[in-house]
């Protein structure tokens, strides 16, 4: 069986996986800072962490956001 490329758009920019990527594997291939404080969002809604196993697909669109603490 041929091995399928997926385009998924990651902060803005299109990059080619392999077909079955999930998120916990996007996250460890581009090298997200603080992966346990990370916030991720695929075509604008949020994922929890329990789904984060599941696969993405061709033409997903997806965001890594940090929800800083602090203020007065």
Known sequence: ???RIVKITVAGKVKEYQDG???TQLIE???VETPEYVTVSVNDE???RVDFEKALKDGDEVEFLYFMGGGR
């Open 29 to 31: 291939k581009e090298n």
């Open 1 to 3: 069986m041929e091995d």
């Open 21 to 23: 990527l999930n998120i």
């Open 46 to 48: 949020f994922v929890e």
